[in-house]
């Protein structure tokens, strides 16, 4: 297939979408939709020489926004449609051409992804009213993680969570994961091998791949659980909501807003959720960045270490994400908790290694490597959804 691959992201009010073509080299189109259903409703983007532009679409749906969309593409017709989908559940192990069967099963794993699922069906159901004749594919996060084994799936809990309402670990972010592993496969000598990756952004994860399969992940039934991020928690004490309900009476939804939302690096610092500024206050000494800092590395290195038994070697490791990609501090700090495995970094390219640049941040050839590798979420759902209609032809 040679036309280009059009990527959807669809949330209840707002659609991220990329045209990419097979070709690498040529331009990509890409923009947001946001606040859809409201007033303010508007297309930002890019064009193919880069420059910006903003189309209000006052009170637009997906629908209408989807056909405002179609005019930015500057006459590219795509072939097919790409769409992120957050939960696949125990159904999809890889991207699946969407039909019937897959909207059911999507719609089965609702439960699990109740913010995500349902806005990620909408928009398919939008995008095929608008372009009735191109095949649309599903690329799940979910799915990468599948090949994690029993024992780094399931919670200790009674089996018939599992069995009856698929109560286990799934993990997520898994394009990105995925891509980065595969890109250092391809960069490293080292080939394919053991790979710790740390997807560092908003959202934070880690997962252990060994030969491109992922066999442990740091995030689990839902993308709370594992480390600190934005303004998620990450791991608590399983005993902490009871212990919130009966000492001060929170409900269940209380609990489960402090922790997705008020949590992480807001709710340590007491200021942001923002890396960038956590940074900037930590050096200006205020005290609670410099704890979120602190303790958002020492888990990020705790993780890649836990991790670490998943793989019978480890050839590297591959930061990623906003984090992951542009803070030098970050990387270091990980790693300096972590002189027994072997990391040696070169400060100077650390520093350099930043705003979308790709390399290899080790001092030394002897010991695990050090990456740094700009994930690109998008190129791999293009890719995914290219394989999948060629190999449905
Ligand atoms: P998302 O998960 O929403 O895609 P990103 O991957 O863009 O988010 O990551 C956002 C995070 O990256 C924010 O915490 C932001 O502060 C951080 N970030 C971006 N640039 C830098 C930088 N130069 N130094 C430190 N952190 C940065």
New binding site residues.
């Given amino acids: 297939m040679n036309a280009p691959v059009l990527v959807i992201n669809c949330g209840s009010s707002s659609i991220k979408y990329a045209l990419i073509d097979s070709d690498p080299q040529a331009a990509r189109l890409s923009g947001l939709a946001e606040r859809l259903g409201s007033s303010e409703a508007r297309l930002k983007g890019k064009n193919s020489d880069g420059e910006s532009f903003t189309q209000p679409l006052p009170n637009a749906g997906h629908a209408e926004a989807l056909n405002a969309i179609l005019e930015h593409l500057e006459g590219r017709i795509p072939g097919a449609v790409g769409h992120r989908i957050v939960h696949g559940g125990e159904h999809f192990t890889q991207a699946a051409l969407i039909d019937e069967n897959v909207m059911a099963a999507i719609h089965s794993t609702a439960a699990l992804a109740p913010l995500h699922n349902p806005a990620n069906l909408a928009g398919i159901s939008a995008t095929q009213r608008v372009f009735p004749d191109l095949p649309q594919v599903a690329v799940f996060d979910t799915a990468f993680h599948q090949t994690l084994p029993p024992r780094a799936y399931r919670y200790a809990l009674p089996e018939v969570l599992y069995t009856e309402h698929g109560i286990r670990r799934y993990g997520f972010h898994g394009t990105s994961h995925a891509y980065v592993s595969q890109r250092a496969g391809e960069l490293s000598l080292r080939g394919a091998g053991g790979w710790l990756t740390a997807h560092l952004?908003?959202?934070c994860s880690t997962s252990a791949i060994w030969n491109n399969q992922s066999l442990d992940t740091s995030m689990g039934l839902t993308p709370l659980e594992g480390l600190v991020m934005?303004t998620r928690s990450g791991d608590v004490d399983p005993g902490l909501h009871a212990h919130l309900h009966r000492q001060l009476g929170w409900s269940l939804d209380e609990i489960d807003n402090v922790l997705n939302k008020q949590s992480g690096l807001l709710g340590l610092s007491g200021l942001t959720?923002?890396?960038?500024?956590v940074?900037e206050q930590a050096s200006a000494g205020h005290a609670g960045a410099q704890l979120a800092l602190e303790v958002f590395c020492y888990r990020i290195a705790k993780s890649l270490a836990a991790l670490s038994c998943a793989l019978p070697t480890i050839d590297g490791v591959i930061f990623t994400?906003?984090?992951g990609e542009?803070?030098p501090i970050?990387r270091r700090d990980v790693l300096a908790l972590m002189p027994h495995f072997g990391f040696n970094i070169d400060q100077t390219t650390n520093e350099a290694m930043?705003r979308g640049k790709e390399g290899n941040i080790s001092s030394t050839d002897n010991g695990p490597e050090v990456w740094v590798i700009p994930t690109d979420e998008e190129g791999r759902i293009a890719m995914e959804t290219r394989h999948c209609v060629e190999s449905a032809q």
């Fill in positions: 952004g908003n959202g934005g959720n923002d890396m960038r500024e940074e994400g906003g984090i542009n803070s970050v930043v």
